[in-house]
């Protein structure tokens, strides 16, 4: 699967949702030490995050995601088997109350 080099925090949410019934590990990465409220994230640690399965997806936010975007290549060259991806509009752009609605 190609994945995207930014998602919105609802293609995040998405994606999370259907990545983790195939078995696939999605990670909200902190990069500001600032976490985000009603969310499960980790602080960046690139030890700790190599511990993660091969094929993992990496999205990191900092407070507007320009940061976060600028640096990609970098995080991709530290994890080349990993994919990682930048939350657009970061920290900032977060709503801590939306939900996904299945709409079946």
Do not use: A
């Amino acid at each position: 699967m190609d994945f995207k080099d930014e998602w919105s925090q609802k293609e995040f949410l998405e994606n999370k949702i259907k990545l983790n019934n195939e078995g696939v590990k999605i990670v909200l990465i902190d990069t500001i030490l600032s976490p985000i409220e009603k969310t499960d994230s980790i602080v960046y640690n690139p030890y700790e995050l190599s511990k993660y399965p091969d094929g993992s997806v990496f999205v990191f936010y900092c407070d507007t995601g320009k940061s976060t975007l600028d640096r990609l290549n970098e995080y991709k060259k530290k994890f080349p088997t990993m994919h990682c991806i930048s939350l657009k509009g970061g920290k900032g752009y977060w709503r801590k109350n939306m939900m996904l609605v299945d709409d079946r």
